[in-house]
């Protein structure tokens, strides 16, 4: 009997082709670009997010990194695309119900413009530290407790000691009371040491950081992660 643990990369394999071949469809439509050429460009990006996991794994240096950085980011473009496409076939497709005229290159266009927008929204979105504030009513708690959560900070390829400095900074301008790191904040990278998270030494939390392991803690290795936030 085949574990579904093996079948899952050639699952993921499978979905993203058959995504990026609906991606070629509407392009193809849209851009004046040869066919043979958006095959080709298409064809690699299938398979160079799951690709460049694997070799980060391995090999780590500045070129896979940008590789990474770039597979991570089509991934994001990809899904803009999927929804967006999907969306205005929807669209032309209720307008030419209803007999209307419609010039799908020109609304493709369109798409492509807004979603290069939203893309660069979300890069610089991913690189900011950005503090989000909520205010809990617990009948029980006897007075105020300021309590800042960090999550899913991702530091290896994309997030680096920076990073870190950004939200030890912005954390310890908040004066809490408590710190909770509540997972995801190694990525699976080996690029990472132990060193390059050293600015976490200077958290400062009345009652203490704590933290608890995400998924991607065990891809970076479990015992590791703990060891390096104890240290």
Request: aromatic content about 14%; charged content about 10%.
């Given at each position: 009997?085949?574990?579904?643990?093996?079948?899952?990369?050639?699952?993921?394999?499978?979905?993203?082709?058959?995504?990026?071949?609906?991606?070629?469809?509407?392009?193809?439509?849209?851009?004046k670009v040869n066919r043979y050429f958006l095959a080709f460009a298409l064809g690699l990006l299938t398979a160079s997010f799951i690709l460049m996991e694997?070799?980060?794994?391995?090999?780590?240096?500045?070129?896979?990194?940008?590789?990474?950085?770039?597979?991570?980011?089509?991934?994001?473009?990809?899904f803009f695309l999927v929804f967006g496409f999907?969306?205005?076939d929807l669209i032309n497709f209720l307008l030419?119900?209803?007999?209307?005229?419609?010039?799908?290159?020109?609304?493709?266009?369109?798409?492509?413009?807004?979603?290069?927008?939203?893309?660069?929204?979300?890069?610089?979105?991913?690189?900011?530290?950005?503090?989000n504030h909520l205010d809990l009513q617990f009948p029980n708690l006897e007075k105020d407790l300021?309590?800042?959560?960090?999550?899913?900070?991702?530091?290896?390829?994309?997030?680096?000691?920076?990073?870190?400095?950004?939200i030890v900074q912005k954390t310890n301008a908040l004066n809490p009371d408590m710190i909770l790191i509540t997972g995801d904040f190694f990525d699976e990278s080996n690029d990472i040491q132990e060193d390059d998270i050293s600015p976490l030494k200077n958290l400062n939390?009345?009652?203490?950081?704590?933290?608890?392991?995400g998924n991607h803690e065990t891809y970076f290795g479990k015992e590791k992660a703990i060891k390096w936030l104890e240290n």
């Open positions: 009997m085949v574990s579904w643990a093996y079948l899952i990369v050639p699952i993921m394999i499978a979905i993203l082709f058959l995504l990026h071949y609906y991606i070629y469809g509407r392009l193809k439509r849209v851009l694997i070799i980060e794994r391995h090999w780590s240096n500045k070129i896979t990194n940008t590789l990474y950085f770039f597979s991570s980011v089509w991934l994001g473009v990809l999907a969306l205005l030419k119900l209803a007999k209307a005229k419609t010039n799908y290159r020109q609304m493709g266009g369109m798409l492509l413009v807004f979603i290069l927008i939203i893309t660069i929204y979300s890069i610089i979105n991913a690189t900011t530290v950005t503090v300021k309590v800042v959560q960090i999550s899913d900070a991702h530091i290896g390829v994309v997030h680096s000691t920076s990073y870190i400095e950004q939390a009345r009652y203490g950081t704590y933290f608890v392991t």
